[in-house]
């Protein structure tokens, strides 16, 4: 992972924009590139159409006043020992090599999720065992339904749930960033989607109730809070009651995992950002009969697996999402 | 005797080897009552009542297959997972969750009373199933 500075390499590597799968806006705007450039300008390349970036030059971003970096992981899935990668744990290895080499060090690392497969005998003390040697200040996870449905979520709670409320959701502050984290992994049963719940939107009406609108939020959670693919559950199903809370707020970067591959979508002052998962990819909405694991030969399935770098600078507009893959 | 909910085989040849056998015992013990039965008229409603009453739904690229089964009371249904990943088979009435299932693994409840029993896959809520029992 050499950081290029090479702001000709603006392109995606490999992927075209997606589609906006709702219909939405369609991912490689104008204003996206505008925002691009913004970012360039600021010595961070943000890429909006999903592709890998590899552009960066970035040297003095991390270290600028009231600016840090923090990193998402995902679906890591350890327990899981098919095809197209039978050895999550390494790729996991891979993935904090990675974190560990970014320099300077991120503030915060962010697990969204399916730490481990169906809550297999053992996956939870790997990732824990793993993740204990992050280089970064603090670790913060939410469950994914492969988390909890067995028990649901004492486990989780138990091991990754102090200083949580409720099912496992919390906030905080980080230098004048407020981070929440949403379990919508529980409340599923009626309709097959994620769900939230009454309790804990209250809860995050109130929480953000004091803050002012030009506070910058940055919700984490597993299962996307847009409707990516109902069809395949891949949305949550009372996530409008939850963002019209953070309807005035000026900037709001939502970030989830669950569908093991990147996709991003700009709503009003909302950026929506789906991650890769450290362990296998999944078919993009649709193009399968289910969202199983996707079969891509040995040597391929690392450039679609990845970990997530999310720059903060102070006063410079939307977080810079920068994802990297580890092939 | 089966207990009403259990689960055999996580997995496996030998779990697959097992329910053949499983089943297979069952085919003879049907033949054998359907003998009994077609001996003597009057005991043929005896007979159908000795008969262990199975169904099977086949879980099959993130669906359950049939979606809705009918099933008379007493009938014991079993879900066979086919597919490469895990599933888990919850009732949305709380009454059951399976284990997780890997490929070939399989959960089984007996339904006594008539209702309609809805369930999904507890790790992939989409997939959602109906046992309508008689």
């Given at each position: ?19 906006a ?14 925002q ?8 961070v ?20 006043p ?13 327990g ?32 969204t ?12 003390d ?10 970064v ?18 486990e ?10 409720g ?33 804990q939107?209250?809860?995050?009406a109130?929480?953000v ?59 009003g ?7 890769r ?7 993009a ?8 694991p ?13 970990v997530?770098?999310?720059?903060y600078?102070?006063?410079?507009g ?10 | ?39 003597g ?29 009918e ?12 597919d ?12 059951a ?20 029993y ?17």
């Amino acid at each position: 992972m050499e950081p290029q500075d090479d702001t000709a390499s603006l392109a995606p590597r490999s992927e075209a924009p997606p589609p906006a799968p709702d219909g939405g806006l369609p991912l490689a705007t104008r204003r996206g590139f505008l925002q691009c450039m913004a970012w360039a300008g600021t010595g961070v390349v943000w890429t909006i159409a999903g592709g890998v970036l590899s552009s960066r030059s970035l040297a003095a971003t991390g270290g600028a006043p009231g600016g840090f970096s923090f990193v998402q992981i995902s679906d890591t899935h350890i327990g899981f020992d098919k095809e197209p990668n039978p050895d999550p744990v390494a790729t996991l290895h891979e993935a904090l090599a990675r974190v560990n080499a970014l320099d300077p060090a991120p503030a915060l690392l962010i697990h969204t999720g399916d730490l481990t497969h169906a809550q297999k005998a053992g996956a939870f003390d790997t990732v824990a065992e793993i993740l204990r040697q992050a280089r970064v200040g603090e670790r913060f996870f939410v469950p994914g339904e492969h988390d909890v449905f067995a028990d649901g979520g004492k486990e989780f709670l138990a091991r990754f749930g102090a200083g949580t409320q409720g099912d496992g959701w919390r906030s905080f502050d980080w230098n004048g960033v407020h981070f929440v984290g949403l379990v919508n992994v529980l409340g599923f049963k009626t309709d097959g989607l994620g769900g939230l719940g009454a309790e804990q939107i209250e809860w995050l009406a109130k929480d953000v109730a004091p803050l002012s609108a030009s506070t910058p939020i940055v919700v984490y959670t597993h299962i996307p809070l847009w409707p990516v693919y109902a069809e395949w559950g891949w949305t949550t199903s009372d996530a409008p009651q939850a963002l019209a809370a953070l309807k005035r707020f000026g900037s709001v970067t939502v970030l989830n995992g669950h569908i093991h591959q990147v996709l991003q979508k700009v709503e009003g002052n909302v950026r929506f950002h789906t991650a890769r998962s450290t362990a296998f990819p999944q078919p993009a909405p649709g193009t399968a009969p289910g969202p199983g694991p996707l079969k891509v030969p040995a040597d391929q399935v690392r450039a679609l697996l990845g970990v997530r770098e999310v720059r903060y600078v102070q006063g410079a507009g939307p977080l810079a999402v920068i994802d990297e893959t580890l092939g | 005797m089966e207990s009403p909910i259990g689960c055999d085989g996580r997995g496996g040849a030998r779990g697959v080897a097992a329910a053949s056998r499983r089943w297979l015992r069952l085919a003879l013990v049907s033949a054998a009552v359907a003998l009994l039965a077609s001996a003597g008229g009057g005991r043929r409603s005896v007979a159908a009542a000795l008969v262990p009453r199975m169904a099977e739904v086949r879980i099959e690229e993130f669906r359950f297959a049939p979606a809705t089964l009918e099933v008379q009371a007493g009938t014991t249904v079993r879900w066979v997972n086919h597919d490469e990943e895990i599933h888990a088979v919850a009732f949305v009435d709380g009454e059951a969750v399976s284990p997780a299932l890997d490929t070939d693994a399989a959960f089984s409840r007996r339904f006594d009373t008539p209702g309609t029993y809805a369930y999904r896959c507890a790790i992939h809520p989409h997939m959602a199933g109906t046992i309508v029992v008689r």
